[in-house]
Structures are given as C-alpha cells and as structure tokens.
C-alpha cells in the first residue's frame, strides 16, 4: 500500500526539516511547493502565478510516484481548503493512503527566530516577513488531520510522522 504523506503549517516552522528526516528513515520521495516555486520564478513567472500551479504540479509528480509504488511526502504550506484538497484527490486517485500532518509551534517567539533566522538555498523565491506570515489555526485543517509541536527535536517528530503512517486506506462508504 503506498502512503502520501503531507507536512503543512506556515513559513518556517520546520516543514523542510521534518519531511528530510521522514524521507531519510523511510524510502520516500519527498516534494516542496517551495523547491517548485523556485524554479517557476526562475523561469520568468511572477509570484502570483506560481502558488496554485506549483501545488498542481507537486500533485502530479505525487501522483506519478504514488502510481509507481513509491511513497511521497510532500512538504507544503496547505493555508487554504482547495490546497489541502489537492491531496485527498491525490490520495483517491491512486489509491494511496493519506496522512496529513499540521506542524505547530505554539511560542510565537520561538517561530518567529525560525523564520528569520533560516537559510533556504533560493534565489528567486523571498522569504516571507514575519508580520506576513500567516498562523492558520490547526482545528481548521478539520478532523482526522495529525497535530504535532513542532518544538520537539526533528527525529523525534519524523518518528511520530511515521508512526502514525497509515497501513492502509481509510475504508470509503459505498456511494
């Protein structure tokens, strides 16, 4: 049974991080919204271009892997409801099990040195400034979504990441 896993929360709270400590204990392929807005942007296209078309082609490539039997951990903002669907059709046209995790850093001071004091490898993609980012409130992301602190240590979050893997689908009522 193959697993799409999927890391959400805001700007700098240690998606990237936790999502290469899952790929690195676990064989899986890990994608970034942010990796794919890079390359967009360096290709000419403008910010308000690339938010909706990365998340589709991070669906794609999910989908692709997913459909070859490898798992995918995709690592995304998720801050909206159509985003956060783009895995549950990802999941349901594969056939794949889905786990979405919400990642949470209830000290805001704590969050706030993350973001600003990370360094990410791009060169068209900004980072967000602190009063611009966004801190969506987990009970959003609805029932059945996993909420972790992402204030523990990474192995140990990337433990309970997979831990929590599904072993196989959710069973669906007939329609």
């Not at 204990?25 to 919204?33: E, Q």
């Not at 801190?135 to 609805?142: F, L, N, Q, S």
């Not at 059945?144 to 992402?150: K, S």
Request: aromatic share 2%; hydrophobic share 50%; charged share 20%.
């Amino acid at each position: 049974m193959v697993r799409l896993i999927v890391l959400s929360g805001p700007p700098g709270i240690g998606k990237s991080t936790v999502a290469d400590a899952v790929a690195a204990l676990h064989p899986a392929v890990r994608l970034s919204i942010d990796d794919v807005e890079e390359a967009m942007r360096a290709c000419g296209l403008a910010a308000r271009q690339t938010g909706v078309a990365a998340y589709e082609v991070v669906r794609a490539a999910a989908e692709q892997n997913l459909a070859q039997g490898l798992d995918v951990v995709v690592d995304a903002v998720n801050d909206s409801e159509p985003a956060r669907g783009t895995w549950r059709r990802a999941a349901a046209a594969t056939g794949a099990a889905l786990l979405q995790i919400v990642l949470v850093i209830d000290d805001a001071a704590t969050h706030r040195t993350r973001l600003e004091g990370r360094t990410r490898p791009f060169v068209h993609l900004a980072e967000p400034a602190w009063d611009a980012v966004v801190v969506a409130r987990p009970d959003r992301w609805g029932p059945g979504v996993l909420r972790l602190d992402a204030a523990h240590p990474v192995e140990e979050l990337a433990r309970s990441v997979l831990a929590a893997v599904p072993s196989s689908p959710p069973s669906h009522p007939a329609a």
